[in-house]
Nanobody, 122 residues
Framework: QVQLVESGGGMVQAGGSLRLSCVAS????????MGWFRQAPGKQRELVAA???????AYADSVKGRFTVSKDNAKNAVYLQMNSLKPEDTAVYYC????????????????WGEGTLVTVSS
Protein backbone atom coordinates (compact mmCIF):
# COMPACT_ATOMS: atom_id res chain seq x y z
CA GLN A 1 0.00 0.00 0.00
CA VAL A 2 2.94 2.32 0.62
CA GLN A 3 6.18 2.13 -1.31
CA LEU A 4 9.40 3.78 -0.23
CA VAL A 5 12.05 4.28 -2.89
CA GLU A 6 15.53 5.15 -1.70
CA SER A 7 18.42 6.54 -3.70
CA GLY A 8 21.83 8.07 -3.17
CA GLY A 9 23.85 5.25 -1.67
CA GLY A 10 27.28 4.33 -2.91
CA MET A 11 30.94 4.19 -2.08
CA VAL A 12 32.92 7.12 -0.75
CA GLN A 13 36.24 7.68 0.97
CA ALA A 14 36.44 8.62 4.62
CA GLY A 15 35.75 12.31 5.07
CA GLY A 16 33.48 12.43 2.06
CA SER A 17 29.78 13.15 1.75
CA LEU A 18 26.67 11.45 0.43
CA ARG A 19 23.01 12.46 0.30
CA LEU A 20 20.29 9.87 0.62
CA SER A 21 16.77 10.47 -0.64
CA CYS A 22 13.55 8.58 -0.02
CA VAL A 23 10.13 9.18 -1.53
CA ALA A 24 6.94 7.57 -0.26
CA SER A 25 4.04 6.81 -2.58
CA UNK A 26 0.77 4.90 -2.50
CA UNK A 27 -2.22 5.10 -0.21
CA UNK A 28 -1.20 7.90 2.14
CA UNK A 29 -3.47 10.19 4.08
CA UNK A 30 -0.84 11.60 6.40
CA UNK A 31 2.78 11.03 7.39
CA UNK A 32 3.80 12.24 10.81
CA UNK A 33 7.38 10.96 10.86
CA MET A 34 10.04 9.81 8.45
CA GLY A 35 13.60 8.80 9.07
CA TRP A 36 16.57 6.60 8.43
CA PHE A 37 17.84 3.46 10.10
CA ARG A 38 20.96 1.48 9.27
CA GLN A 39 22.22 -2.03 9.70
CA ALA A 40 25.88 -2.98 9.54
CA PRO A 41 27.00 -6.59 9.01
CA GLY A 42 26.53 -8.60 12.18
CA LYS A 43 24.76 -5.77 13.99
CA GLN A 44 21.18 -4.86 14.77
CA ARG A 45 19.30 -2.21 12.87
CA GLU A 46 19.64 1.16 14.59
CA LEU A 47 18.08 4.58 14.30
CA VAL A 48 20.25 7.10 12.49
CA ALA A 49 17.97 10.13 12.27
CA ALA A 50 14.27 10.89 12.23
CA UNK A 51 12.11 13.93 11.77
CA UNK A 52 8.45 14.51 12.58
CA UNK A 53 5.99 17.35 12.52
CA UNK A 54 5.88 17.40 16.31
CA UNK A 55 9.41 18.32 17.30
CA UNK A 56 13.06 18.69 16.50
CA UNK A 57 14.90 16.03 14.51
CA ALA A 58 16.43 13.19 16.48
CA TYR A 59 19.89 11.78 15.81
CA ALA A 60 21.99 8.90 17.00
CA ASP A 61 24.87 10.18 19.10
CA SER A 62 27.33 8.71 16.62
CA VAL A 63 26.14 10.96 13.78
CA LYS A 64 25.33 14.21 15.58
CA GLY A 65 27.08 17.14 13.98
CA ARG A 66 27.81 15.17 10.79
CA PHE A 67 24.38 14.11 9.46
CA THR A 68 21.35 16.26 8.77
CA VAL A 69 17.85 14.89 8.19
CA SER A 70 15.15 16.90 6.46
CA LYS A 71 11.58 16.25 5.29
CA ASP A 72 9.58 17.63 2.40
CA ASN A 73 5.92 17.19 3.25
CA ALA A 74 4.73 18.22 -0.22
CA LYS A 75 6.76 15.42 -1.81
CA ASN A 76 6.38 12.84 0.97
CA ALA A 77 10.15 12.72 0.97
CA VAL A 78 12.94 12.53 3.50
CA TYR A 79 16.60 13.24 2.96
CA LEU A 80 19.79 12.46 4.84
CA GLN A 81 22.84 14.61 4.20
CA MET A 82 25.88 12.72 5.46
CA ASN A 83 29.15 14.63 5.85
CA SER A 84 32.52 13.66 7.30
CA LEU A 85 31.73 10.02 6.70
CA LYS A 86 33.67 7.40 8.61
CA PRO A 87 34.30 3.72 7.85
CA GLU A 88 32.03 2.83 10.76
CA ASP A 89 29.15 4.48 8.90
CA THR A 90 29.28 1.62 6.41
CA ALA A 91 25.88 -0.08 6.44
CA VAL A 92 22.65 -0.62 4.57
CA TYR A 93 20.49 2.44 5.18
CA TYR A 94 16.74 1.97 5.35
CA CYS A 95 14.09 4.63 4.96
CA UNK A 96 11.16 4.46 7.38
CA UNK A 97 7.85 6.27 7.59
CA UNK A 98 4.96 6.35 10.07
CA UNK A 99 1.79 6.62 8.02
CA UNK A 100 -1.94 7.06 8.40
CA UNK A 101 -3.33 5.35 5.31
CA UNK A 102 -6.82 6.88 5.38
CA UNK A 103 -8.71 9.49 7.35
CA UNK A 104 -10.78 6.64 8.79
CA UNK A 105 -7.77 4.49 9.74
CA UNK A 106 -7.67 3.53 13.39
CA UNK A 107 -3.91 3.31 13.69
CA UNK A 108 -0.66 4.48 12.20
CA UNK A 109 1.41 1.99 10.22
CA UNK A 110 5.14 1.61 9.68
CA UNK A 111 6.72 1.07 6.28
CA TRP A 112 10.30 0.42 5.22
CA GLY A 113 12.31 0.83 2.08
CA GLU A 114 14.43 -1.97 0.67
CA GLY A 115 17.65 -0.29 1.74
CA THR A 116 20.57 1.38 0.04
CA LEU A 117 24.18 0.44 0.70
CA VAL A 118 26.65 3.03 1.92
CA THR A 119 30.29 1.99 1.93
CA VAL A 120 32.97 4.25 3.41
CA SER A 121 36.56 3.27 2.71
CA SER A 122 39.48 4.31 4.89
Amino acid sequence: QVQLVESGGGMVQAGGSLRLSCVASGTIYSINAMGWFRQAPGKQRELVAAVSDLGSPAYADSVKGRFTVSKDNAKNAVYLQMNSLKPEDTAVYYCHCHVLLRATSLKWDDYWGEGTLVTVSS
